[in-house]
């Protein structure tokens, strides 16, 4: 029996199955053979296309302080996105599958430089690799944010398809990772632990999903209320999680009392990109989820530079991290910083490398 045989007889039997807690342990051992499934047919696709030469790739090089993905159905609306938020002209026509490669642009907000994608279009099925899906999936995961791009009238149902690809390629969209301990050892058998009540896992749950993997052996300590998917993505830890903003495009279709009950939504910017309407919230709300920090430099003698920051990631942006972004080799000669700014009680305060920076924090790098 093929592989793609398989997997769709596991997701009848799933679909058969009710769900409750006399099953859970059922559906976690079917939950288990299915990601394991979709890996190995995702090697072998890649395998294969490798050996023939296959079809070439979408990445394109990374500029900038950060990546942004355009991700969805073919013409709704991605490449007029492009055009209006960076310059960067891509074809735009009236029938679908107009943009055939990535398309890449830059904008400039809050002294940042962001590199927005313009994605080929993906269709059911792309996880696949239908419609070259895969390629296109591919590189959305080399995104700091994804944005999903939808017709505000068929926004529901083309929603729930881009997440369940995505979903199906091992992207967790607006999601943490599971809080869980995972460590295999050599002897003494699955060890399961927690710090908080379980409703969805337990022993037999983990062992039986541990067995599909062939895993006899291991720790693990589950540190919030978990599910079988969340066990199942550390075991595999190859998932990718990353914040996703939803674009509802085409709002000049709808009426003013169904647009205010798009605006309550969480995650979601009702746009029209033909007529240029509410484009600026999309830039703040990416600032917001990219949630990156700007650190201006000063030169000995001289005034800061607040035309061209450092940015960073607010979850790396130390004083070190500070200066390996610029060069790294400064740490080599690093002796200690002079900050101005909000993460100091004193200006100029003198700190060592693991200080922690704020949003518009001054440094000045004093060398030995």
């Known amino acids: ?139 959305a995961q080399t995104c700091n944010l994804i944005m999903i791009v939808l017709d505000v009238l068929k926004s529901l149902k083309h929603k729930r398809i881009i997440e369940n690809e995505l979903e199906k390629f091992g992207l967790r969209l607006n999601k943490s990772p599971p809080d869980i301990y995972f460590k295999r050892k050599e002897r003494g058998g699955i060890n399961f632990s927690h ?77 029209s990109a033909h007529h240029q309407w509410n484009l600026d919230a999309i830039l703040e709300e990416a600032w917001h989820s990219l949630d990156l920090v700007r650190i201006y430099t000063k030169p000995r003698g001289s005034l800061p530079d607040y035309n061209e920051p450092v940015v960073l990631p607010r979850r790396n942006r130390t004083v070190a991290d500070f200066c390996n972004h610029i060069h790294k080799h400064i740490l080599k000669d690093f002796k200690y910083a002079l900050v101005w700014g909000s993460s100091v009680r004193h200006n100029p305060q003198r700190v060592g490398r693991e200080h922690v920076l704020n949003d518009e924090d001054v440094v000045q790098i004093i060398k030995r």
């Open 1 to 139: 029996m093929s592989i793609e045989a398989r997997i769709k007889e596991i997701e009848s039997e799933m679909a058969r199955t009710q769900k409750n807690k006399a099953t859970n342990q059922h559906l976690g051992l079917l939950k288990a053979k299915l990601a394991k499934l979709r890996r190995e047919q995702i090697d072998i696709q890649t395998r294969g296309s490798t050996r023939g030469g296959g079809a070439p790739s979408f990445e394109v090089r990374r500029t900038g302080d950060a990546r942004i993905g355009l991700v969805g159905f073919p013409s709704v609306g991605k490449s007029t996105l492009l055009t209006k938020l960076t310059g960067t002209y891509s074809v735009v026509a009236e029938y679908e599958f107009t943009t055939l490669t990535t398309v890449p642009g830059i904008i400039r907000y809050m002294g940042a430089k962001i590199q927005l994608l313009d994605l080929p279009g993906i269709i059911e099925g792309a996880h696949d690799g239908k419609g070259r899906g895969r390629q296109v999936i591919a590189v």
């Open 195 to 271: 710090t908080v009540p379980q409703s969805r896992l337990d022993l037999e749950t983990c062992r039986a999903i541990c067995n599909v993997y062939r895993i006899n052996s291991a720790d693990i300590r589950v540190n919030c209320d978990a599910t079988e998917d969340d066990l199942i993505d550390v075991i595999e830890g190859n998932r990718v999680y990353v914040p996703c903003i939803y674009i509802l495009n085409k709002i000049d279709q709808i009426t003013i009392e169904e647009l205010d009950i798009l605006y309550e939504m969480k995650n979601v910017v009702p746009v």
